[in-house]
């Protein structure tokens, strides 16, 4: 008996044949003993089968089910994004945005805000002192914010001479 | 793309700085400098001598003063100035018939002050004077008194 033939067989027994084809097919089966034989074990072990199926239900609907292997396939065949390659330059041009920030708030503080003294006070930054007079001195007092310079001008027998350093005239 | 970003960032590194200073230095050289100049007389006494009609100083002047080591218990105002220094320009300020004061504004609160005592120079100085700030230039008088020249920034 061929392939095609026991096929044949199997679909008589589950009831897929036409009503023609499945009477000529019964009727070979009555002419034939071993196809007598095969349908008579094919239906034994079906009969042993059906007793061991277990009924699986599906946790949703079918088209549900379906639709999430072929999203997975579809994941699975999608290739991965390549990363893409990131230049030195880049990298650079990243850091400089917030490091320009950085400079031009630091360099706006330095340009508007005077710079502070022990005290609170600005500095009275003494840059040159020309003096005529050796014997003068210097003294700064931050927390005042003032500077005294003394000098030893006008010198004492001018001094005697004339009111002070002919300030009061 | 490296060749066009470059110069761009560059050009706006440029410019900001540029800006910023041509702001400071726009806004320092802007506005003009005021001031007040104080001719003080020094004294244990607690009057002026006889014959003059000083007033008594200050009393925020006289804080300051006090702040110093200067040795004179009181203080008493012979003349004062109020005058404005623009920059570039010297201002001449007479304390009194042999006593003048010149101011030159060198920067937003640098200026070059120089003491003129009958007709010499006594001293010139340069140096940073904020607003509120003084410079105290003095000297012994006769009959253990004082001078001084006080130049006291207000604006």
Known sequence: ?169 | MRAKLIPGTGLLWLSTALALLAGGELRAQAADMKFQAFLLWGTDNSKPPEGKTYKPIAVDIRQKLKELPIKWTNWFEVNRKDFAVTQGVVSEVAMSEKCQLNVRKLGDSEVEVTLIGKGKEVVKRKQSLPKGEMLVLGGNAPNSTAWLVVLKRIE
């Open chain 1, 1 to 169: 008996m061929d392939y095609k033939a026991q096929l044949k067989l199997q679909a008589l027994l589950d009831g897929e044949l036409p009503e023609g084809e499945a009477s000529a097919v019964a009727q070979w089966v009555a002419q034939d003993r071993e196809a007598a034989a095969l349908l008579e074990e094919l239906r034994n072990t079906r009969g042993a089968l059906a007793g061991f199926d277990a009924e699986v239900r599906l946790p949703e609907s079918r088209e549900f089910f379906w639709s999430k292997v072929e999203r997975g396939i579809q994941r699975l065949e999608t290739p991965a994004p390549k990363l893409a390659r990131v230049s030195y330059f880049s990298l650079v041009r990243r850091l400089l945005v917030p490091a320009s920030a950085v400079a031009v708030v630091l360099i706006a503080g330095l340009m508007l805000i005077p710079p502070a003294g022990p005290t609170g006070h600005t500095i009275a930054t003494e840059m040159e002192t020309a003096l005529a007079d050796s014997g003068a001195f210097t003294y700064r007092d931050y927390s005042a914010g003032a500077t005294l310079v003394w000098l030893s001008y006008p010198a004492e027998d001018e001094a005697a001479e004339i009111d002070e350093m002919g300030t009061f005239d």
